[in-house]
């Protein structure tokens, strides 16, 4: 869907994007980082809002800086602000953007109406948005977004502002529009939870860098490596499976046993076993280890 090639945007003496290499895929993408990170940044040169500085960017195909009205025309847009008119109705916003994509006004009031039943406020699309909760603005600006039929929406922390209800409502929504709506979603935020529980991939920036990208099942490595407690002499069990041939990481009474590709299945669990059993130790805990994506965050450094 968007493929950069060391990107790199300046605001004046600050350096947005420094070299940013990625690839999004179809689904559901999270793009994270910190505050500053340049995420905002990022999704502004997708939409041709903004000419990179150096590198290349390809969006569906085409350069955004030359052929931005073509690029615009296939991509939604929630942009993290709450800033929308207040005495405009819910349903006249999201007609009039849909317009601005290039449809003609009567498709465009039809699809108005689609999109706000199908983000949940049918019953409410023609209160004027400055009567709404934060969490029905977010809605609103989600509609706008699907409105015309894109191929890829971009949504800027789609969650601000809501209560865990709400968020949790929105994720789901999220989620049904990259699945159920077959539009491809990217989703910046810097929450890992929530990008974890919704995306199938991610690409993680700092200080305008990419510092990790890849399938989210590829980036946090579930099931490699096995986690085992035991009640005393964790050096001496590590020690054992390092005679073994398996790599170790010692924390107080916690060993990490890094998982080997070349042997099989259940194997790291058989070498436990016959450690502990020849220490003369006991195990408090024995699991499969799960790396998180906060986990990722810290080995980058973000």
Request: with cysteine.
């Amino acid at each position: 869907m968007v493929v950069g090639t060391g990107l790199t945007r300046r605001f004046g003496r600050t350096t947005a994007l420094d070299g940013a290499t990625f690839s999004v895929g179809p689904g559901i993408t999270g793009l994270l980082g910190a505050n500053g990170a340049g995420k905002t940044t990022l999704l502004g040169l997708v939409l041709g809002l903004h000419r990179p500085d150096g590198g290349s960017l390809r969006v569906l195909g085409l350069d955004p800086t030359r052929a931005g009205p073509e690029v615009r025309a296939r991509i939604g847009y929630s942009p993290e602000h709450h800033r929308l008119p207040p005495d405009t109705r819910a349903h006249d916003l999201v007609r009039h953007i849909a317009e601005v994509h290039g449809l003609p006004r009567r498709e465009a009031t039809n699809r108005a109406s689609d999109a706000l039943w199908s983000v949940g406020l049918g019953e409410e699309r023609f209160r004027p948005v400055g009567t709404m909760s934060t969490g029905q603005r977010q809605r609103v600006k989600l509609a706008q977004a699907i409105a015309h039929d894109p191929r890829v929406v971009l949504l800027d922390e789609p969650t601000d502002g809501l209560d865990p209800v709400q968020r949790d409502d929105m994720l789901a929504l999220i989620r049904r529009i990259g699945t159920d709506l077959g539009i491809h979603v990217v989703v910046s935020s810097h929450l890992l939870d929530e990008v974890e529980r919704i995306c199938d991939s991610a690409v993680i920036l700092r200080e305008g860098r990419v510092v990790a990208s890849g399938a989210i099942h590829a980036l946090t490595g579930r099931g490699l490596g096995v986690l085992v407690e035991v009640d005393e002499r964790a050096d001496e069990v590590a020690g054992r499976l390092l005679l073994r041939g398996l790599e170790t990481t010692v924390d107080g009474s916690r060993i990490t046993i890094a998982h080997r590709p070349d042997q099989p299945a259940g194997a790291t669990h058989d070498a436990v076993r016959d450690a502990v059993a020849e220490a003369g130790v006991g195990i408090r805990r024995l699991s499969d280890r799960t790396v998180s994506l906060e986990d990722v965050f810290l080995e980058v450094g973000v």
